[in-house]
């Protein structure tokens, strides 16, 4: 059975950077073709993709966060990590990890609150 387990802080300072991360079980990370993601929503907007990185440790980043954005994965963990720097309060959000691409997945986490405090 594959689970996804977001975990990280629920509150941010302002300009701070913000560390995610997802703990994948039942599947490996580096399973052939395997894509994971990281999407947000924010209150009243739509889901935003936020990165992928791949089976072979390629990244794919949203091109209006690519100079804040970066994931790593961790093998030995099974883990993959979003970094989001210079955070703002329009960074507020429910942040999700996927096993998919852009806002498609098969698996979700149960996502986890976000805020950005000033």
């Known amino acids: 059975q594959v689970q996804l387990q977001e975990s990280g802080p629920g509150l941010v300072k302002l300009s701070q950077t913000l560390s995610l991360t997802c703990t994948v079980t039942g599947v490996s990370i580096t399973d052939l073709n395997a894509y994971w993601s990281w999407i947000r929503q924010s209150p009243g907007k739509e889901m935003e993709w936020m990165g992928t990185?791949?089976?072979?440790?390629?990244?794919y980043i949203n091109p209006p966060l690519k100079s804040r954005t970066a994931i790593y994965r961790d093998t030995s963990k099974n883990t993959f990590t979003l970094h989001l720097s210079s955070v703002t309060p329009e960074d507020t959000a429910t942040y999700y990890c996927t096993r998919g691409r852009g806002t498609s997945y098969d698996y979700r986490g149960q996502g986890t609150r976000v805020t950005v405090s000033s």
């Open positions: 990185i791949n089976y072979r440790n390629s990244t």
